[in-house]
């Protein structure tokens, strides 16, 4: 009988995940060449969105699949659907190609990533797992800080284009590995699917995340449009409660989270998906715009957060194993507070290493809490319901980076209107645009720089009081988990 290659399913299943997370980093870099040879630059944004809607939409989904059908075969589906986009993508002849073709690549990352760690999950002991998670981690701080240099590369020798096709042999190498080298149980039985739950979702999920992203800006919050889609979102969100309280095999089981460690942890993640998108979004646009410091120090700053996280994931394995989840976690949630404080503090006369140290702390905390959290989540099921419970800490992050994206952007914008409102000075928020280069920042009259770069700086403190409120959140969260002495080395 054959067994599985764990080594070898280990390497692929970073190569999976390197792939999918450095999808995001690597297309940002490219999207100034992308915009300039396709136009639609008003649309730029939903290149971003439309991958973040379809893989929030589909993991959660993707994760109850793989609980019934296996992870082989749904993992299979979402790369080979992942690759597919990522061809497509090299071959868009207008933006509104792209961004259907980055909903087709969303929807394959959503079974990716969270099958790749639920994978793990499967083949390794919980003890093994507080320390390979450390090495999964660690592919999100190198894809962060190669994306970049990557894009920039491709970019300026062969292409964008390249961008999405550098995907393609990757991920065929990382889908052959998992492919011939993972063994798993054979099923029995006839599989049960919940399809009009996932319908249901998708309705749901694809009108929320909507309105989350467009509100304010394809449309008023307060209109008919905004109204619809809410009443839309609501009527089947309550459906799909109903309808998975009577299947047999419902795309979300809600005995999971009768689960302390399941639930809070699950709550934390949406937090920290805030307090993570808050710095991702508008820590450049506070190095370049206020400190007037060039893009690369600006991304030195953001990848200050992407050294952090993978260091501490490996430390978080080892934390797990001598003082648990609990201790482990509520360190990393004091790490997240003092990161957040940190930003509060931040002034533009500090300079780009306060900011650097900020992102740096915060990514501390992310990496310890993120590993504590998805080992703890997957000791505390079995193997039926641990790709769907898997699934559901992500999706939770996730949810949080969207409803952070909508949140936060409107505390930034309305604190800039106020602020021009108070001044009685005729400005837009697309002043500030004038503000996030160095050729238009010389052009302007020393006045009026200082005056735009008073109200950005402040508007942005806004939003880091506000991250620094649902660190706090976090935190207290945290004390909602189950205390425990540490990972058991006989616990499978």
Partial sequence: MKTTNRPLVLIS??????VGAVEATIVATAMPSIAADLGGFAKYSWVFSAYLLMNTVTVLIYGKLSDIFGRKPIFTFGILLFLFGSLMCGLADSMDQLIL?????GMGAGAVLPIATTIVGDI???EERAKIQGYLSSVWGISAVSGPAIGGILVATVGWEYVFWVNIPLGILALAGVLIFLQEPKRTGKPSIDYAGAILLTIGLVSLLYVLVEGGVGFEWFSATAALLISLSATAF?????????????????????NKTILYANLVSLTTGIILISVSSYLPTYVTG??????????????????????????????????????TSLAGGLFLVAGALLFVLMRPEAGPWWAALSSFVIGIGMGLTSTAFIVSIQSAVTYEKRGVATASNMFMRNLGSTIGVALLGTVLNTSLLKYFESSNKNYGLDSINSLLTVDSRADMPLEELRFLQGGLSLALQNVYAFMAVFAVVSLLLIFGLPRDKGVKKNVE
């Fill in 13 to 18: 299943v970073m190569l999976a995940m390197f």
């Fill in 101 to 105: 073709y980055r909903l087709i690549q």
């Fill in 124 to 126: 390794y002991s919980a």
């Fill in 238 to 258: 309550i459906l799909f409660v109903l309808v998975e309280r009577k299947v047999k095999e419902p795309i979300m089981p809600f005995e999971i989270w009768k």
């Fill in 290 to 327: 206020v400190m007037e410091q060039p893009a690369a120090i600006a991304g030195f700053t953001l990848t200050a957060m992407s050294i952090g996280w993978p260091i501490a994931s490996t430390l978080s394995g080892r934390l797990l194993i001598r003082i648990g989840y609990f201790r």
